[in-house]
């Protein structure tokens, strides 16, 4: 085992001691860059706002690295206490929250405006492979209920503010580390039924008009084509009409006359699709699979369970940040505000994602001395 | 002890469960990963088609350009219908700035009404901020000044030009030239139904009258475009294809300014319709219904108010008297009658006839009356046309029979739409057995055919048909097809407009035209001619025929005193004419209302008109 590390290891001797992954550096590289070209694109050729990216690109790359100086197991030691503090503030936000677009997301600190939900997709997945990792594999039942509930309490207060597309996935990073830690497929088949049988609940009780209006709109785009619909439809038109090779770079129709809602932000896909064609899709699928299984492949050769839990929930959130997102802009899911990973113009969203890549380098790079303490 | 020992033994297991369910979130990784791409390859390759076309729909609008409309002018080329620039004052929003400020300042220069601000305002709140919107339509030149020196103060304000229709003869021309008027409802259904309404997406009139709207396919002109590509708020981004509106045909017509005026001036106040016409190819020269009006009061849209003083004016003038005015036409189809009866050897040349002053059916003791109360006297085919007597022509119409002059009369186009180049146009009526049974279901009486003899009770012609029957009359039975355009021509090329003539009359003895023609000479050449006192001593020769027609019945026995009988019931007074009488280039009619006798009102008209003709030389250039 030692020889075969011994290569990598060698090469990425000097990196290692940044504790840096180069492939998954070089992946995110890769998709950062051409989330820029993109991105250049999308904002209209604008310098402000690609200025304005690169600096939070920067921020965010800082911010992977110093994570991944820290050793799992300190990160394993605060997963617990951020979980709290985390929850504290999903709470702070419901009582004195600031409100924008709608819903109550924000917390003003005075020098910025944050969203607890983004810790949260830090925290649920820490927390919960922390309590799961406690006993060993697989987890017994208690310790699956007492983990559902840890997913399902800042689940329910993030979909009360509202924002339901955030829920679902802080829920469900939460629920792949119990999926990952060997749930048994009977749980798995019985909690599959009963969420079926919630989605009614769901519908009637716990989702807004706008949520609703949201759903039946991707059932049928075509019936409100000037409403809500106009968003997928043009979207779609962006995509098709890229064809194979597509109509080159600034060269989108659909995105450059602003036909593209969102163009920049949760829509900058179909400009890809639009200017680069099925090909420029294929080549960003691929940096996203390699990506996704650099993530995997890290996880699976992590030395403890809090380690490969947190590295493969991480891994598989950001798999369906990239799934929901390409799915909802081509008309597959339903319009749900996500952004497309390290591609999308955002910060906040960028910053998270590249914490939860800097906790992945730490899994992968501080296993030696992991096992040489063992 | 026991805790070291168990998670030693799970190391191994624990690492299989997990990378087991690695492999299962690869798997279920890849999978969706190909539902994504099956999807693209869908929309991309399976579907490119479609939304490639969409979204050029998206991109591409196609800005319609209209075409600027054919002019028309009379046939020395003075322009009767022109396209004159009208100016309005427009505002794009965006590039203004503050909208009160700016409304502030146009108020200082020029004179805004309240309800145009508002009007405006309303559109800057529905329109795009980057659209012209207009504050005020058609300013006079003096506006036009003031906002031109003052618009370098004035970013974002324009003074637009439009060219918009004018008629600068005013109500001269309008029975012939019509006019054009805003789009309606019916004018879109009416294009639809003939495949033309693409081509007036940029328009925003249409001829509704006259010649503006039966030469309207001419006179438009194909509607050019511009394939724009836009944004999502539909501006213009930048011309991708440009193509020029075609201009439509000018039309130069047959009809001349000044004899036009001439026909306007002699018929000043009386009610009326002249139409003088060439009888060698029917080009009208003349064609004029009075009173008439201004056409350019419909272009821009009627007011009511002014609609309604034409619609309901005592004196009609909306009616076009030269083509709908439906008159007896007395004693002028004389000449056709005679022709007939000479035809159907019913009366030879030199059959004569007494005339007491009356004449009476057998078993009836009904007298009808001649117009000179006591008679003519002794009268062949030339006095009874020349002096146009009644007795003569109540004879030979008994004798000919209702049948064989309705037969005939219809040859030379009475009862029949002459099918001039306007639409406004009434067939008139020349009646028969079928058509008494029609109409009032009862058979024909010979007391009927008396008083038809002289073209009375229920033969009634319009101006129009009586001159085209001159044309028949002098061209031996050739009858042309009445037209006032010329000329249809475009910069490039031009027709001319040449109906064909077609044998209308066939007679068995040629020499019956002349006598004819004989007669109708002598109605003005002879002394004791109905229209000898209106042609004296005129510089060219001519042929002619009177008509005075009863607008009312006038009791058995009762004398006709003009003074005593309500205007509108007075006399009409009626003339044709032709002239020169040797080889003949002008045919006309005379028809005016309640103004007494043919010989006495009419045909003075017809001598001025004939006067304007020969000294301005209107048909010198052929």
Known sequence: MNSTMANPAQRSGKLAAFHIDLPLLLGLLTLLSFGLVILYSATGQSETMMKAQIFRLGLALAVMVGIAQLNPQTIRRWALALFSLGLLMLVAVLLFGYVGKGAQRWLDLGFMKFQPSEIMKLAVPLAVAWFIAADNLPPKIWRLIIGFLMCAAPTLLIAKQPDLGTALLIAMSGVFVLFMAGMSWRLISVIALLVSAFAPVMWFFLMRDYQQQRVLTFLNPETDPLGSGYHIIQSKIAIGSGGIDGKGWLQGTQSQLEFLPERHTDFIFSVLSEEFGLIGVMLLLAIYLFIIGRGLLIASRAQDNFSRLVAASFTLTFFVYVFVNIGMVSGLLPVVGVPLPLVSYGGTSMVTLMAAFGVLMSVSTHKRMLANAL | ?622
């Open chain 2, 1 to 622: 002890m026991l805790k070291k020992r168990i998670p030693m033994q799970d190391i191994a297991a624990e690492t299989r469960l997990f990378n087991s369910r690695s492999v299962v979130a690869m798997l279920v990784v890849c999978v969706l990963f190909s539902v994504i791409l099956f999807n693209m390859y869908n929309l991309q390759v399976r579907s490119y088609q479609d939304y490639q076309i969409r979204s050029e729909g998206n991109r591409i609008k196609v800005l319609p350009m209209a075409p600027n409309r054919g002019l028309i002018s009379d046939r020395n080329g003075i322009l009767l219908a022109e396209n004159r620039p009208v100016f309005s004052l427009e505002l794009v929003p965006e590039q203004t700035g503050d909208i009160n400020n700016i409304l502030l300042k146009l108020a200082e220069l020029i004179e805004i009404t309240a309800e145009q601000q508002a009007d405006f305002l309303q559109q800057v709140r529905q329109q795009r901020r980057f659209n012209s919107i207009a504050l005020k339509e058609r300013l006079n030149e003096e506006e036009v000044a003031i906002i031109s020196v003052n618009l370098h103060r004035m970013p974002g304000v324009t003074v637009e030009a439009r060219l918009s229709r004018h008629y600068p003869f005013a109500d001269l021309f309008t029975h012939a030239l019509g006019y054009i008027g805003k789009i309606n409802t019916d004018d879109l259904r009416r294009l639809d139904e003939q495949g033309r309404i693409a081509n007036y997406a940029a328009s925003r009139e249409i001829g509704k009258l006259g010649l503006e709207r039966y030469y309207e396919e001419q006179l438009h002109g194909t509607m050019g475009f511009q394939e724009v590509e836009v944004n999502n708020r539909g501006r213009v981004i930048r011309v991708l294809r440009s193509v020029p509106a075609q201009s439509g045909k000018n039309i130069r017509l047959s009809l001349d300014v000044g004899l036009q005026l001439t026909a306007q001036q002699t018929l000043q106040q009386k009610r009326g319709a002249i139409v003088a016409m060439d009888p060698r190819d029917g080009a009208v020269l003349a064609f004029y219904s009075n009173p008439s009006y201004d056409p350019n009061l419909f272009v821009h849209g009627i007011s009511s108010s002014n609609y309604n003083a034409l619609l309901n004016s005592p004196d009609r003038p909306l009616i076009n008297r030269a083509t709908q005015g439906i008159y007896p036409p007395a004693s002028t189809i004389k000449p056709h009658l005679a022709l007939l009866g000479l035809e159907t050897n019913t009366v030879q040349p030199g059959t004569r006839v007494w005339d007491p002053g009356y004449f009476t059916l057998p078993n009836s003791d009904h007298r009808f009356r001649d117009w000179r109360r006591n008679g003519h006297g002794w009268v062949d085919v030339y006095s009874a046309v020349a002096e146009s007597c009644d007795i003569y022509f109540y004879e030979l119409g008994i004798k000919l029979g209702i049948d064989r002059i309705s037969d005939y009369m219809h040859k030379f186009g009475f009862g029949e739409r002459t099918g001039i180049d306007i639409h406004e146009e009434a067939s008139a009526n020349m009646p028969s057995r079928g058509w008494k049974r029609a109409r009032f279901n009862q058979p024909w009486y010979p007391g009927d055919t008396v008083p038809l003899s002289i073209g009375q009770s229920f033969w009634t012609a319009t101006p129009l048909q009586l001159a085209l029957s001159t044309a028949v009359i002098v061209n031996k039975g050739l009858m042309p097809t009445p037209h006032m355009a010329a000329e249809l021509s475009t910069d490039y090329s031009s027709e001319l407009v040449e109906p064909a003539l077609r044998r209308s009359v066939e007679v068995v003895d040629e020499k019956n035209w002349l006598i004819v023609a004989d007669t109708m000479v002598r109605t003005v050449a002879t002394l004791k001619g109905t229209a000898h006192t209106a042609f004296k001593k005129t510089p060219y020769s001519s042929g002619g025929k009177t008509g005075t027609a009863q607008v009312v019945a006038i009791a058995q026995d009762a004398k006709y005193d003009a003074e005593s009988l309500d205007e509108r019931h007075r006399d009409n007074a009626m003339y044709i004419g032709y002239a020169p009488a040797e080889n003949p280039t002008i045919v006309f009619s005379v028809a005016v209302e309640n103004t007494g006798g043919g010989g006495s009102t009419a045909a003075p008209i017809g001598r001025q008109l004939l006067d304007y003709y020969f000294s301005a030389g209107v048909n010198a250039n052929e």
